[in-house]
């Protein structure tokens, strides 16, 4: 049986080529590497047995002008594997994000991707079907989960009366 640290260290081994580095994290191994080196990346890790992506994240590190773009794998077909999660993770320039797109390493990126693209604007270059997911084109040129999106709130008032309540209201 494999530990975390031995999967650590067979993991940097196989992709010591694309400067890999591992990032703290709770309860999974980050591996970061240079977006250049993302695909190949991946397709190291695809052999090494992690068959899917469990989901795509994205952080926005506002002051430092990146986004952070994480890959979360495990395997289905390895049981070693199957223990762990792995994130094979990027940076991205947050004024015109661009990484390329994973769905043809892993198919089960294709939504998560998209997801990306409509809530932080990331583009995922070389996406087989990369359209909007959940939200009208109007609130999702606002990139909702970035940290400068801005949520209109609504008063912890309650109203006595329907009327007063519909007329506070901007639907």
């Not at 590497?33 to 190949?40: A, G, K, T």
Request: proline letters at 5%; a negative charge.
């Amino acid at each position: 049986m494999v530990t975390a640290e031995e999967l650590q260290k067979s993991i940097l081994e196989a992709l010591k080529d694309y400067k890999p580095q591992v990032e703290p994290s709770k309860g999974y191994i980050d591996v970061v590497v240079p977006v250049e080196h993302l695909v190949d990346a991946a397709r190291k890790l695809k052999d090494m047995g992690f068959d899917h992506v469990i989901s795509v994240g994205a952080v926005d590190y506002l002051t430092k002008k990146q986004l952070k773009i994480m890959y979360h794998l495990t395997s289905y077909l390895n049981e070693d594997l199957s223990r762990f999660m792995v994130s094979l993770s990027t940076y991205v320039s947050r004024d015109n994000p661009h990484c390329p797109s994973l769905t043809p390493v892993w198919l089960s990126a294709e939504f998560h991707e998209r997801e990306e693209y409509e809530m932080f604007g990331i583009t995922f270059d070389g996406h087989p079907d990369l359209r909007l997911l959940l939200l009208t084109p109007v609130v999702a040129a606002l990139k909702p989960l970035r940290k400068d999106f801005i949520v209109k709130e609504e008063s912890d008032n309650i109203e006595a009366d329907y009327e007063g309540f519909k007329a506070t209201k901007w639907w």
